[in-house]
């Protein structure tokens, strides 16, 4: 009998303890090189990504992550918290890192960006934050931490929004 899919979003329920779970579940993974972690359409929001983060500091062996945290609940607590464990993985020379249609705002991308501040030998970073709340001070905090990624040779970074403000007007896409 062949396979049908279904058209329309598949989700799981995982949520702050099961990606929290994860996290100290990948903390011991301290040899770890290589990661590829989906849990895009989740209910994870700022505890879980934190988590996350958390457990990923441990792996410090890392040259090559890609994580897929599209469609959840996260917001600045989380996105920070994210970041502070990514600033552990000084060796990852690799980072996707897909956080379109959160909750994220100024603080998170800032936060963000301070933790990828210390990823000093990335070459190649994907960051999509497509669908986010990240203005003006959010993108230049960003900024500033990318700044320190000097061997960036190749950098994909998606801000698109929803909403701009232009001249007091609002102009949606």
Do not use: V, W
């Not at 890392?62 to 920070?80: F, M, P, Y």
């Amino acid at each position: 009998m062949p396979i049908q899919f279904i058209k329309g979003k598949i989700e799981n329920q995982i949520g702050d303890e099961g990606a929290s779970g994860l996290g100290s579940g990948l903390a011991n993974c301290i040899n770890l090189s290589n990661l590829t972690l989906n849990l895009r359409c989740n209910k994870i929001g700022d505890e879980g990504a934190s988590g996350l983060g958390s457990g990923l500091a441990n792996c410090i062996n890392l040259s090559n992550l890609t994580l897929n945290l599209r469609s959840n609940k996260i917001g600045d607590k989380g996105a920070s918290g994210l970041g502070s464990g990514l600033a552990n993985c000084i060796n990852l020379s690799n980072l996707t890192l897909n956080l379109r249609y959160n909750q994220i705002g100024d603080k998170g991308a800032s936060g963000l960006g301070s933790g990828l501040a210390n990823c000093i030998n990335l070459s190649n970073l994907t960051l999509n934050l497509h669908g986010n709340k990240i203005g003006d001070k959010g993108a230049s905090g960003l900024g500033s931490g990318l700044a320190n990624c000097i061997n960036l040779s190749n950098l994909t970074l998606n801000l698109r929004q929803k909403q701009f403000i232009c001249f007091g007007l609002q102009y949606f896409e």
